[in-house]
């Protein structure tokens, strides 16, 4: 029997940005073509509708090779950037290009396996999620030093920007598609993407699983640069308000109230008790400096607040947003009747 891919409730579109994967891509389509037939003939109400293959001006010959795979498999898109603009601008532009009422995104290199995909659907179909992130079970990479690293950085982050889900951030997601468009279509060349999938939702679960890395862990090598991962630091940074502005404005709120409070103390002291004050001009002196350097670090948090909600509002963050996840109790009907493939 032939199948129809209209005839299929729901979607799935699969952005792959690619940079060093030359090795890789031919093992990574077959196994996501061998997922997409196990789903054909389970008669599942979901597919895997594309592949969309984004050249982020490839170092190898993953230019070429993705536009040979696109020949021999027509659910594969291959796109071309002109030049190197990093890994979540090619996924943005993956995603942009998507059709799929579900939208995965996921690396080059088999660390993330696609079987995981139909039980990321069935966690977002069974919680209501849009947002679905693959977290690892441990090291990624096998190296103490970096997965430390790596954690370490999240959980200082998570405390810097007030983001309850950043430790959770990575490359493997699964995005409700119009969401995932909505966000992508915002997101300027200085936005992280993560956070502004999260101005759009705050529905967001996890599945843990056993990924590896198994190119740095071969290798020791990463398609990670020093250099890609500042970038993503400076992003993620840039792309939110941070706690340290709010935290400047309290700390300069508190001093001027110290100032005054200490002013009528010692103001009392010399009307009532004029011998305890044994050197004059030093208290007056140490007050108004308090008291004025409170009042600029107030006002300055203040415009600094005020400055990063102008950045948002520049990256795009919106005032609301709508969804349809009336498909959603189907899915979890089915999900709950079957296993997993």
């Not at 109400?45 to 696109?70: G, K, M, N």
């Not at 508190?254 to 009392?268: H, K, T």
């Not at 009532?272 to 007056?284: F, H, K």
């Not at 108004?288 to 607040?305: D, E, K, N, P, Y």
Request: proline share 4%.
């Amino acid at each position: 029997m032939a199948y129809d891919i209209a005839q299929v409730p729901v979607t799935i579109s699969i952005v792959v940005p690619v940079y060093c994967g030359g090795e890789y891509l031919r093992t990574l389509t077959r196994a996501i073509d061998d997922l997409r037939l196990d789903l054909q003939a389970q008669d599942c109400p979901f597919a895997l509708a594309e592949i969309i293959f984004v050249d982020d001006a490839a170092i190898d010959d993953s230019a070429p090779l993705i536009d040979r795979l696109a020949t021999e498999h027509p659910w594969i898109i291959a796109l071309h950037l002109s030049r190197n603009f990093g890994q979540h601008p090619a996924t943005i532009v993956g995603i942009l290009h998507s059709s799929g009422d579900w939208v995965v995104t996921m690396d080059e290199d088999l660390q993330h396996r696609p079987e995981l995909i139909p039980v990321m659907l069935g966690k977002a179909a069974t919680s209501g999620a849009d947002l679905v992130y693959a977290h690892p079970n441990g090291g990624v990479h096998e190296a103490a030093v970096r997965d430390f690293t790596s954690r370490i950085f999240k959980r200082m982050m998570q405390w810097l920007t007030e983001n309850r889900n950043l430790s959770s951030f990575n490359s493997f997601r699964l995005i409700r598609g119009p969401l995932a468009r909505a966000a992508a279509s915002v997101c300027t060349h200085d936005t992280y993407l993560d956070i502004a999938l999260s101005w759009f939702t705050q529905r967001i679960q996890m599945v843990y699983a056993d990924m590896k890395d198994e190119r740095y862990i071969r290798t020791g090598r990463s398609g990670y640069t020093m250099k890609s991962l500042f970038s993503h630091a400076w992003r993620m940074v840039f792309s939110s308000q941070i706690r340290l502005l709010r935290m400047g404005a309290v700390l300069g709120l508190a001093m001027m109230g110290l100032a005054v409070a200490g002013s009528l103390y010692f103001l009392a002291l010399n009307v009532l008790y004029p011998q305890e004050i044994r050197v004059r001009g030093w208290t007056s002196l140490f007050l108004t400096v308090s008291f004025f350097g409170g009042l600029s670090s107030f006002m300055l948090g203040i415009a600094l607040q005020y400055l990063s909600t102008l950045i948002l509002k520049a990256h795009g963050k919106p005032t609301f947003f709508t969804i349809d996840r009336s498909s959603d109790p189907a899915l979890a009907s089915w999900f709950a009747q079957r296993p997993v493939p």
